[in-house]
T-cell receptor, first 112, second 114 residues
Framework: TQLLEQSPQFLSIQEGENLTVYCNSS?????LQWYRQEPGEGPVLLVT?????EVKKLKRLTFQFGDARKDSSLHITAAQPGDTGLYLC????????????FGRGTQLTVWP | DVKVTQSSRYLVKRTGEKVFLECVQD?????MFWYRQDPGLGLRLIYF???????EKGDIPEGYSVSREKKERFSLILESASTNQTSMYLC?????????????FGDGTRLSIL
């Protein structure tokens, strides 16, 4: 059973379009992270959100943590081909052992 | 810059062989992790370690074991490789603490079991 449900699984859009990726759970997380993975490489951290309702911006990417700390979203404005990759959300539950619970990922393809 | 190095990018082994995947990190991190990644299934945690000689089972430990004799090195062992263990294996490390520290990943080992 997946603790974090991520949607959509695939997204194929034209350059310049906007998109949103969702990460939902019935469980509460102490923090939520978003990673991006490119072919042949490991995932790389984009952002960590820790406070309910928190919004963080990274250039054209906006990340939001739900008020109840059970869900998160990633919004990309004016997508570019360089945004292509696998986006993964991952939640932590406060343990010092550092275990993360990953969603299944969203494969984003942005066409020129 | 944190570096997590996995010993092989590609590996081909035969059914029944004992397979060792090695991972080394250079940042003195307490926590280390082994995942497998399969299309549509995301990252699934096999084992993790929070200190030398300490280990915890993840979600899919069956058929695998681990070893952490030194802080910087975390090995994944396939006791008797089977074809359903063909996958991408990712190692990660992380500093201890509850403040949302990131996991730092290696570039993965693509393992094929024939």
């Amino acid at each position: 059973t997946q603790l974090l449900e991520q949607s959509p699984q695939f997204l194929s859009i034209q350059e310049g379009e906007n998109l949103t990726v969702y990460c939902n759970s019935s469980s509460v997380f102490s923090s939520l992270q978003w990673y991006r993975q490119e072919p042949g490489e490991g995932p790389v951290l984009l952002v960590t959100v820790v406070t309910g309702g928190e919004v963080k911006k990274l250039k054209r990417l906006t990340f939001q943590f739900g008020d109840a700390r059970k869900d998160s979203s990633l919004h990309i404005t004016a997508a570019q081909p360089g945004d292509t990759g696998l986006y993964l959300c991952a939640g932590a539950r406060g343990s010092t052992l550092g275990r993360l619970y990953f969603g299944r990922g969203t494969q984003l393809t942005v066409w020129p | 810059d944190v570096k997590v190095t996995q010993s092989s990018r590609y590996l081909v082994k035969r059914t029944g062989e004992k397979v060792f995947l090695e991972c080394v990190q250079d940042m003195d991190h307490e926590n280390m992790f082994w995942y497998r990644q399969d299309p549509g299934l995301g990252l699934r945690l096999i084992y993790f370690s929070y200190d030398v000689k300490m280990k915890e089972k993840g979600d899919i430990p069956e058929g695998y074991s681990v070893s952490r004799e030194k802080k910087e090195r975390f090995s994944l062992i396939l006791e008797s490789a089977s074809t359903n263990q063909t996958s991408m294996y990712l190692c990660a490390s992380r500093d201890a603490g509850t403040g949302g520290q990131p996991q730092h990943f290696g570039d993965g080992t693509r393992l094929s079991i024939l």
